[in-house]
């Protein structure tokens, strides 16, 4: 048995420890704590405390996305290219996070209240410095192993670190009421201009914990399965829009890319919303609510291993994405129905939604190593960063419609963030926002990754002829 572990570990399927398993995972975790607090919260920030209107918060939102689609493949084929002598691809953790988290903090800064200048130069650097970050962290899964049942485990482990970072950051109104002014009927003001310094120190307190765990990924990954040296010298712009002509999977995963985040970007940045004006909910009952956002992921990510090995991951794909639906209509209709508006109906509503888009959309990061070694195993270079770059730029395409399109149906429904209850269509609007938009996408989604077609038999054959070209070479 050893000895046949050590021949697949020389063929680059390699096993990790549980330290390095949760050191990688460590790093989405970090990413959560930071970027995942600006997804869902920076516009309600924006128009409740910065004092921005929707319509120009959302033609933000669209610009700082067409900005991140002309610099993520410079990134993509730059970390390529690069042999930093910290490693490939973990040295960026470092090397982005820091500026990352220090321009996070400054997003939720209030010292130039009201100035679209301010907010779109630390929003547009917030987001190129995630990018430094976040697609050598994507390449980092495919450089630790080939091995599929590892990367399985590998990305259940991400997912439930990412998700606990989610936790925290969906307890962001307590925090905040921590440090918050208080109303004279003694509760705290999180949500008007008064609020500003509380929002400001809770990030600062998530962006540090952040760089921590950033800092503790880094001394936890060894890159083991990268291009070589000379081959990566070759690397270009050019090569990320090669790859994605003839790539077919590669496709497949960038456009089910662009549709899930597009529905979790939706319906993350319409919760706050949500919640204070169609629900009235308090920060406690804003956070349980949120919380049931993530604690599925506690429940079913480590399940994922086996769940896949019996259904296989196009089951797993069409089960959960159904869930997701079905709780996006279980809470369309408790809204909706008099007799039936009771905050524990939705919480349950809220827990098979996000039971089913949490695992989907979980799972979907494991894909993403299969098609850097079909795009190998057809080409002969194995661009890792060139092919996170890809799905960098989907899936913020898909989280700049999550950005665009919450402000632009506020603007037409007419909400008036100076008003503590909102008109009937306005509340009509935002119940769209949440279960209605990303419900079509769901849809959409399943029938893009019925296209998908590195079943595990597939790729594992794909890995091991490419191990096999490189004993021959």
């Not at 290219?81 to 691809?89: H, I, L």
């Not at 994507?138 to 970072?165: H, P, Q, V």
Request: overall charge neutral.
């Amino acid at each position: 048995m050893a000895q046949n572990q050590t021949l697949n570990e020389a063929k680059g399927f390699y096993k990790l420890s549980w330290l390095q398993r949760i050191g990688f995972g460590s790093g989405d975790m970090a990413q959560n704590l930071i970027y995942q607090t600006v997804s869902i919260w920076l516009l309600f920030f924006y128009t409740n405390v910065y004092g921005l209107s929707p319509g120009a918060a959302a033609l933000m939102f669209l610009i700082v996305r067409l900005v991140d689609v002309l610099w993520d493949p410079l990134v993509g084929a730059f970390v390529d290219k690069s042999n930093p002598k910290w490693g490939k691809y973990r040295s960026w953790l470092i090397l982005g996070g820091i500026p990352l988290a220090g321009l996070a903090v400054l997003c939720f800064w209030n010292g130039f209240s009201g100035s679209i200048v301010y907010a779109y130069i630390t929003y547009v650097g917030m987001s190129m410095c995630y990018t430094l970050v976040n697609v050598p962290y994507g390449a980092l899964n495919s450089s630790l192993t080939r091995d599929t049942e590892e990367i399985t485990i590998l990305t259940s482990t991400r997912m439930f670190m990412a998700n606990l970072g989610a936790l925290i950051v969906k307890s962001l109104p307590m925090i905040i009421a921590i440090f918050a002014p208080v109303a004279a009927d003694g509760t705290a003001i999180t949500d008007k201009p008064e609020s500003a310094a509380a929002w400001f120190i809770t990030m600062t307190i998530f962006a540090v914990a952040g760089l921590a765990l950033l800092v503790f990924s880094f001394s936890q990954c060894k890159e083991r399965v990268v291009m070589d040296q000379k081959e990566s010298e070759n690397v270009k712009v050019s090569d990320l829009w090669m790859e994605f002509l003839r790539n077919r999977p590669l496709r497949v995963i960038a456009f089910f890319f662009i549709t899930a985040f597009a529905m979790m970007s939706i319906g993350n940045a319409a919760d706050a919303y949500f919640m204070t004006y169609n629900v009235q909910a308090t920060p406690v009952m804003t956070t349980a609510f949120m919380w049931l956002g993530t604690i599925p992921a506690f429940i079913f990510m480590p399940l994922v291993p086996a769940i896949k090995r019996k259904i296989g991951k196009k089951g797993m794909f069409y089960l959960f994405l159904g869930t997701a639906i079905i709780g996006m209509a279980m809470m369309y209709v408790f809204v909706q129905v008099e007799a039936l508006k009771q905050f524990w109906l939705l919480c349950i509503a809220q827990f098979v939604k996000s039971t089913g888009i949490i695992v989907a959309t979980g799972y979907m990061w494991a894909l993403v190593p299969e098609v850097v070694s079909y795009g190998e195993y057809t080409s002969g270079r194995r661009i890792a960063g060139i092919v996170n770059a890809l799905t960098g730029i989907f899936f913020k395409a898909g989280m700049a419609l999550g950005g665009v399109v919450p402000g632009l149906v506020l603007s037409i429904v007419g909400f008036d963030a100076a008003l503590s209850h909102q008109t009937a269509f306005a509340e009509q609007g935002i119940l769209w926002l949440v279960c209605v938009i990303p419900a079509v996408l769901l849809l959409l989604a399943i029938w893009i990754i019925s296209k998908y077609e590195l079943e595990d038999d597939v790729i594992d054959k794909i890995n091991m002829e490419i191990e096999a070209r490189a004993k021959n070479a």
